[in-house]
């Protein structure tokens, strides 16, 4: 079974620190898809990143970047230099088997910026 | 701009009632998606369709059912509503990307409340 851990219920920082969001996950399958959404305080769920599992590097745009590391079974997200309209939940998901179209979730991480 | 419209964003209804929650999106995808979102528990999925008329559950369908018969509307049923089924739904769409999952698109969701 697939399953995502979100150990950060919630995270609180002042504007301009910088801030990681931890995800690990638990699959089987050695083909498999990673995702992080953002859901501002509106509740759109909006895509912020997909990877596969044979793609290892890090990814950065902007001031977001994410750390993707088999060996821990983790997918870390780092915002730089936050800001107040940072403040959203987040969460990792994971489909776990190559022509899956479902995505597991983990719990999410409400992360608050503070002026 | 491409949309997922969920026909309600808040609704009140009493136990035993048949409640409809309908979906429709913009994008000719050919998944949609409809999970429902509980505090500390994520995002959880009830069931999900890859095609007209094709429907598969997900990890919580009991007391729920769902309709699919145009490509872009899907519908969640609750047969007969009860209070633990007081919860936000959330519907969403995608369509494959190469062999894995595409990402997934996001309506406003409903927020149900079972008196």
């Known amino acids: 079974a697939q399953k995502v851990t979100q150990a950060q219920t919630e995270i609180s920082v002042v504007e301009k620190e910088d801030v990681t969001l931890d995800c690990v996950y638990e699959t089987r399958d050695t083909t498999y898809y990673l995702f992080w959404y953002k859901q501002p305080p509106s509740g759109e769920l909006v895509f912020l990143i997909r990877r596969n599992s044979f793609d290892e590097q890090n990814e950065i745009s902007g001031r977001y970047s994410w750390n993707f590391q088999k060996s821990t079974s983790s997918f870390n997200f780092t915002i730089t230099a936050s800001q107040v309209v940072d403040s959203a939940v987040y969460f990792c998901a994971l489909s776990g088997r190559q022509g899956a179209q479902k995505l597991v979730f983990g719990q999410g991480t409400r992360l608050t910026i503070n002026p | 701009d491409v949309k997922v419209t969920q026909s309600s964003r808040y609704l009140v209804k009493r136990t035993g009632e048949k409640v409809f929650l309908e979906c429709v999106q913009d994008?000719?995808?050919?998944?949609m998606f409809w999970y429902r979102q509980d505090p500390g528990l994520g995002l959880r999925l009830i069931y999900f369709s890859y095609d007209v008329k094709m429907k598969e559950k997900g990890d919580i369908p009991e007391g729920y059912s769902v309709s699919r018969e145009k490509k872009e509307r899907f519908s969640l049923i609750l047969e007969s509503a009860s209070t633990n089924q007081t919860s936000m739904y959330l519907c969403?769409?995608?369509?494959?990307?190469?062999?894995?999952?595409?990402?997934?698109?996001f309506g406003e969701g409903s927020r149900l409340t079972v008196l």
């Open positions: 994008m000719d995808h050919e998944n």
């Open positions: 969403a769409s995608s369509r494959p990307r190469g062999l894995g999952p595409g990402e997934l698109f």
